[in-house]
């Protein structure tokens, strides 16, 4: 199917092509008016079928990222000292593996976490976990609005995505009612999707600005971790209090030709992998009750391999729309051997960097962006944005690609026709990818996360 619809995308693409060339050889060999009028039928009738079916292009306005307050940041020092969590680590060795963890974890002494884990004993309720959405949501949302100018009556789409905390009424609502948005509005809230969920608000906000004319679609990506924090001492859930930290993402969307112009981006491919029918993807990150009835995302010891049989499943769909014909030709001629001819030879790893200028790799933890890094064949520079954000700010979940490319500008790095890949991955399994392309030398927006730190980084980690 993905062969057929590459192919009716050139056809389409080239039609002017294959049709007035030829009406153009006839006319000049005299030919017949019978013949005429027939090539002159089937160029309208294909102009027609060309303008009414191709994509509406997607614009991406700007975006913002949000800066938590100074004080709540959390050092690891601080972190182990004073953890609020730390008292339920009563056994020695569940104490020990904290430790270790968050030691290796690549997270540096400034990131983020709500007030409601400041507090001993930190505060899990319901206000407590609406506070920080709130703050990360609205403050996000404002600094968006203030740098387009944006009327939000003109916003006709919003889709927000929060896996753990899904109120009722939900977060999007929430948006509608705090900004007054219009009564008509496509609101949507995705919940349980991990933190692959922002490029599938992408992917979505996308076919819907297929179909409405005309109008923005704001989506909103952020996860809670005042009311999902782990207080017990099972190993395979404290893991997430180690990396999870705070934050989140406001991005505008346009389908309005007059944006072009003024926006920084240009979304070229969404490509989406789901490999949640396996029972062993399916379950490897799981939110659950331990033993002792306290709730937990759980991480099994099968998410290493998960994780890179749907990377690769992912990578596969998306090589063919991306990459050069000379990468495509070695990428089939290795699938044909290993096939039709030796099973044993290896999978053959395009060379992505001669396709995409920029990468940003979900920021897990260090040992994903290694092993994504080894994967792809990525250089220390290729995977920078990734290993400062989660440096600087944690693990944020579905928003830490938006940190990522966010730092690229900061560094003046994106210029005017250069690729950006966002690649991440989230429980269910999932890996999902979208991939951008510049439209201008892109500067950072004004209250960027990294405008005051950006000399800073790259740090070193003796890890």
């Known amino acids: 199917m993905a062969n057929v619809k590459l192919i009716y995308h050139y056809l389409i693409t080239h039609f002017f092509k294959l049709c007035l060339l030829p009406l153009i050889a006839l006319v000049a060999t005299k030919a017949s008016s019978l013949t005429l009028n027939i090539l002159f039928a089937i160029f309208t009738f294909g102009s027609t079928v060309y303008f009414l079916t191709r994509p509406r292009p997607v614009y991406l306005v700007d975006y913002s990222c949000?800066?938590?307050?100074?004080?709540?940041?959390?050092?690891?020092?601080?972190?182990?000292?004073?953890?609020?969590?730390?008292?339920?680590?009563?056994?020695?060795?569940?104490?020990?593996?904290?430790?270790?963890?968050?030691?290796?974890?690549?997270?540096?002494?400034?990131?983020?976490?709500?007030?409601?884990?400041?507090?001993?004993?930190?505060?899990?309720?319901?206000?407590?976990?609406?506070?920080?959405?709130?703050?990360?949501?609205?403050?996000?949302?404002d600094n968006l609005l203030t740098n387009t100018k944006v009327n939000t009556r003109e916003i006709g789409i919003i889709i927000l995505n929060s896996s753990t905390f899904n109120p009722t009424p939900s977060l999007s609502a929430m948006v509608v009612n705090k900004y007054k948005l219009r009564s008509n509005i496509k609101s949507i809230n995705l919940g349980g999707m991990g933190c692959s969920a922002g490029v599938i608000a992408i992917d979505l906000a996308k076919d819907l600005l297929q179909v409405h004319k005309n109008t923005y679609a704001l989506v909103v990506s952020t996860e809670n971790i005042s009311r999902n924090a782990y207080a017990g001492d099972n190993k395979s859930m404290i893991v997430a209090n180690c990396l999870f930290r705070l934050g989140g993402a406001a991005i505008l969307l346009s389908n309005k030709p007059g944006d072009r112009r003024r926006s920084k981006y240009k979304l070229l491919h969404t490509v989406r992998t789901h490999t949640g029918a396996d029972d062993k993807s399916f379950r490897c990150v799981q939110q659950e009750d331990d033993d002792k009835g306290k709730t937990g995302i759980s991480l099994t010891k099968d998410i290493t391999s998960v994780a890179g049989r749907t990377i690769t499943k992912n990578i596969a769909t998306l090589g063919p729309l991306v990459l050069p014909v000379s990468e495509k030709l070695l990428f089939f001629k290795t699938y044909i051997r290993k096939k039709y001819f030796d099973d044993k030879?290896?999978?053959?790893?395009?060379?992505f960097k001669r396709a995409i200028d920029h990468f940003c790799i979900h920021a897990g933890g260090r040992a994903l962006i290694d092993e994504l890094g080894k994967r792809l064949g990525l250089s220390p520079v290729d995977v920078e944005p990734s290993r400062s954000t989660l440096h600087r700010f944690g693990n944020t979940s579905s928003s830490s690609i938006w940190y990522e490319l966010a730092y690229t500008e900061a560094k003046g790095r994106m210029k005017k026709g250069d690729k950006a890949w966002q690649i991440a991955l989230g429980s269910g399994f999932k890996c999902n990818s979208a991939v951008w392309v510049a439209l201008r030398n892109v500067n950072p927006s004004v209250n960027s996360p990294w405008e005051h730190c950006i000399d800073k980084y790259p740090v070193k980690l003796d890890l």
């Open 66 to 141: 949000h800066l938590p307050p100074a004080h709540q940041k959390i050092n690891i020092n601080k972190n182990l000292e004073i953890n609020p969590f730390l008292s339920s680590l009563g056994e020695t060795s569940s104490l020990d593996f904290f430790y270790r963890v968050l030691e290796r974890s690549g997270l540096g002494d400034e990131t983020y976490i709500p007030n409601a884990l400041h507090s001993v004993p930190p505060l899990q309720t319901m206000a407590a976990a609406r506070e920080e959405t709130e703050q990360v949501i609205f403050d996000a949302i």
């Open 345 to 351: 030879i290896k999978h053959y790893v395009p060379d």
